[in-house]
């Protein structure tokens, strides 16, 4: 894939505060230079998924962590990076992009809803890359409330399996679940590829559903 800075340069910025409250400022600082170059060279590593894939952002931004804990070299747990995760998505930034959508909102879901279904419709309309991107796999019948899809295959888990991180993915994985509830909702999810399952699945629900079906 192309190389692009904005994610680890903007992401290094918001991440330098937490890491060093956690590491000290010696070793963050370090870390934080360190993954830089990995960085470039994972995404040089990674097979092309299409300039304009609405999806590719995902890879950008996840790659970021994996950097991290690469130039650790160890001293940053999967746990640990699962807490800066965290620490990373509660900074007043990132939920003040995250949170302008509220899916209690039946306008709001259904915008959620439309822009999932506008990635399908990018990897339909480009078969040469179909096999290589996210396949979103719809099904209404499943759940009454919210928004049901799984993932069969994912560039991300791909990545981290051949490459040796990942034990490291989780971290990134968990994110899922903030971006959710910066939005009112809730994730529910029994299975990730990178634990294991045979699939991703994301049933994501308005927060205001008390007992959703």
């Given at each position: 894939?192309?190389?692009?800075?904005?994610?680890?340069?903007?992401?290094?910025?918001l991440l330098r505060k937490p890491m060093r409250a956690m590491?000290?400022?010696?070793?963050?600082?370090q870390y934080l230079r360190e993954a830089k170059p990995i960085y470039r060279k994972m995404l040089e590593e990674t097979e092309d998924i299409g300039?304009?894939?609405?999806m590719a952002m995902n890879i950008y931004m996840g790659y970021v962590f994996l950097a991290i804990?690469?130039?650790?070299q160890g001293n940053i747990t999967p746990a640990a990076l699962g807490v800066l995760a965290k620490r990373f998505m509660n900074r007043k930034a990132v939920q003040m992009v995250l949170s302008s959508r509220n899916i209690n909102r039946k306008t709001d879901l259904e915008k959620t809803a439309r822009n999932l279904h506008r990635m399908k419709a990018w990897a339909d309309a480009h078969p040469a890359y179909r096999d290589k991107t996210w396949d979103f796999n719809f099904d209404k019948t499943k759940h009454r409330d919210g928004i049901y899809y799984h993932f069969t295959h994912c560039p991300l888990e791909k990545y981290a399996r051949e490459h040796g991180c990942l034990e490291a993915l989780p971290a990134a994985c968990s994110m899922d679940h903030m971006t959710a509830a910066a939005m009112h909702g809730v994730l529910h999810r029994?299975?990730?590829?990178?634990?294991?399952?045979k699939i991703c699945d994301y049933w994501i629900v308005p927060d205001g559903i008390r007992d959703p079906q």
């Amino acid at each position: 894939m192309k190389y692009k800075g904005l994610c680890i340069n903007l992401f290094s910025a918001l991440l330098r505060k937490p890491m060093r409250a956690m590491y000290g400022k010696e070793a963050a600082d370090q870390y934080l230079r360190e993954a830089k170059p990995i960085y470039r060279k994972m995404l040089e590593e990674t097979e092309d998924i299409g300039a304009d894939n609405p999806m590719a952002m995902n890879i950008y931004m996840g790659y970021v962590f994996l950097a991290i804990w690469k130039a650790a070299q160890g001293n940053i747990t999967p746990a640990a990076l699962g807490v800066l995760a965290k620490r990373f998505m509660n900074r007043k930034a990132v939920q003040m992009v995250l949170s302008s959508r509220n899916i209690n909102r039946k306008t709001d879901l259904e915008k959620t809803a439309r822009n999932l279904h506008r990635m399908k419709a990018w990897a339909d309309a480009h078969p040469a890359y179909r096999d290589k991107t996210w396949d979103f796999n719809f099904d209404k019948t499943k759940h009454r409330d919210g928004i049901y899809y799984h993932f069969t295959h994912c560039p991300l888990e791909k990545y981290a399996r051949e490459h040796g991180c990942l034990e490291a993915l989780p971290a990134a994985c968990s994110m899922d679940h903030m971006t959710a509830a910066a939005m009112h909702g809730v994730l529910h999810r029994q299975y990730t590829l990178a634990t294991g399952g045979k699939i991703c699945d994301y049933w994501i629900v308005p927060d205001g559903i008390r007992d959703p079906q």
